[in-house]
């Protein structure tokens, strides 16, 4: 009884524990601003549409036709506030408490893996104040409810009692729910997804490795099926495996000897600069040149350590060896160059297992040499100070306004929602997010240099008014600056801002149809 009582006070000691910490880094790197990338405008207007009726469709062109440009995991977590508020704020607070409810059960799982209480808070503790993990909890992104529902899943095969069979055993069904729903937040779960069925592949338990690739292809059939029903594609992702760059389509498409290549140059970015950027911050990665020696060996200790500290989960080692792995591998599989973008959801784990494998060889080291002592993981702790750092540079950045650049873009965007039209269409670089300031029917341009193409997708999408903005995009000065160029005489400036320059102009819109039908290009059916 005292030993049963010891320990749970020592639990709720440490949840409290970690609660504060939590708190504290979360409140001092919060950001409530709108982050500046497309992707979390995205879920936000996906929600915005489910809770509106609409399904989950486009509102931003104002037909609400239904897509699939994302998979509905997130937005659907997302409507539980959405349903109340039309704030961001709120929907940081949650992303932020997926990641603290992820990080609590990720330390009871070290515990149940017989792991030291001090241990297991040091390692989740690490995990929990990564800068990268915390920049994506402050977003209004799918990384942190995809780390709770994939920690979830393997808590679902922790909790599955061996001498029960297995269709009699809820935690089996939750298993199946938890790692399906993972991969409806991110198509980067099927790691996971491969990773489950090899760990029961590996303890030769043939009837629950079926069983488990059965159930997961059940989840996917009402997905399949609403695509199907749409006339939409099954998978995005698949058609941009094989070009050169999906930013420029110009450059054209990989044979499959040059996307081999690719998969391992992009393996060893990962292993060699992507790694020590997240897990050693204070290691500056430069991912335009190639990885140093430093960053290598350091990749290679770190890899090391990895797989030693998931070597202590015993009977589960090898769950978490094929999830690496399988990360790894569908994260090579991506075209477009991420750094160490697509490996935060599955940081926290990595990094426990860096903290739980440099503890146990520290303490193999010492029983070598005779020592009679063990490392206390207490002085593991202080590598948490070497995060410091990071956490100040994402704080002053999270603290800050938008660059000038976006600044202006907001202020064009702003102005079209307090001075135009809720119906105006514009055309911009970054259209979901001049939506969110907007609140105007918005599109874009397509990727090409050829300007007749360029300036004929404005006119099929209706559009009235083009944002000619300095964010720092290439696509900016390849493909619509030389098309305005070219076509000065469609365009007149509306609203103009300084520091840097950012203009919105006119688009003549029937004098572009007549430009184009007098050059042999047909004439629109509203003529």
């Not at 405008?41 to 489910?50: A, G, N, P, Q, V």
């Not at 509905?72 to 607070?93: E, H, N, S, W």
């Not at 160059?337 to 146990?360: D, E, F, H, K």
């Amino acid at each position: 009884m005292k030993e049963r009582l010891f320990t749970s006070s020592a639990s709720l000691l440490y949840t409290i524990a970690l609660c504060i910490i939590f708190i504290f880094v979360f409140n001092y790197t919060f950001d409530s601003k709108l982050d500046s990338n497309g992707d979390n405008c995205r879920y936000y207007m996906l929600s915005t549409s489910i809770v509106q009726g609409h399904g989950y469709a486009d509102i931003t062109d104002g037909e609400y036709n239904p897509i699939n440009i994302f998979p509905p995991g997130y937005p659907l977590l997302m409507c539980a506030v959405r349903i109340f508020t039309d704030g961001i704020v709120p929907q940081k607070i949650l992303n932020g408490l997926f990641f603290l409810t992820s990080i609590l059960i990720l330390f009871f799982l070290l515990k149940k893996n017989n792991l030291p209480y001090s241990l297991a808070f040091v390692a989740v503790s690490a995990g929990m104040i990564n800068y990268r993990v915390l920049d994506f909890a402050t977003m209004m992104m799918s990384e942190m409810s995809f780390l709770l529902f994939s920690i979830l899943a393997i808590w679902s095969i922790m909790k599955m009692d061996k001498e029960k069979l297995f269709y009699k055993d809820r935690y089996f069904y939750l298993l199946i729910l938890f790692a399906s729903y993972s991969y409806h937040i991110r198509t980067q779960g099927i790691a996971l997804i491969f990773a489950i069925v090899m760990y029961f592949a590996f303890a030769r338990r043939w009837k629950e490795t079926l069983a488990f690739i059965v159930g997961f292809a059940l989840c996917l059939v009402p997905w399949m099926v609403r695509n199907k029903l749409a006339g939409l594609p099954q998978e995005r992702y698949m058609d941009t495996i094989s070009m050169a760059n999906p930013w420029r389509p110009e450059d054209g498409q990989l044979g499959i000897s040059e996307i081999i290549a690719r998969f391992f140059s992009t393996i060893k970015m990962l292993v060699t600069q992507a790694l020590p950027n997240s897990i050693t911050p204070f290691l500056n990665v430069d991912y335009l040149k190639p990885a140093s020696l430093l960053e290598c060996v350091v990749g290679i200790i770190l890899v090391l350590l990895i797989f030693i500290g998931f070597w202590r989960f015993k009977q589960y080692k090898w769950l978490f060896v094929f999830y690496f792995l399988g990360t790894l591998g569908i994260i090579s599989i991506f075209s477009s160059p991420s750094g160490n973008r697509y490996l935060t959801a599955l940081l926290p784990v990595l990094q426990v297992g860096v903290i739980i494998g440099l503890y146990t060889t520290l303490n193999l080291v010492m029983k070598k040499f005779g020592t009679g002592k063990t490392c206390s993981p207490w002085i593991l702790s202080l590598l948490i100070l070497t995060s410091v750092s990071g956490i100040k540079l994402l704080h002053n950045e999270n603290k800050a306004p938008y660059y000038p650049g976006y600044h202006n873009f907001i202020k064009v965007a702003e102005t079209v929602h307090d001075k135009y039209p809720k119906g105006t269409v514009v055309c911009s670089r970054k259209p979901e997010l001049f939506y969110m300031f907007a609140k105007s029917r918005v599109t874009s341009y397509p990727f090409t240099s050829n300007d007749k193409e360029l300036i004929k997708a404005l006119i099929d999408n209706n559009t009235e008014y083009v944002v000619l903005e300095n964010l720092g995009f290439s696509s900016t000065s390849l493909y619509l600056y030389p098309a305005i160029e070219k076509n000065q005489e469609l365009f007149k400036i509306m609203l103009s801002y300084d520091n840097p320059p950012t203009w919105m102009l006119k688009f003549d819109r029937e004098k572009a149809q007549q430009k184009f039908a007098t050059n042999n290009e047909p004439q629109s059916d509203s003529k």
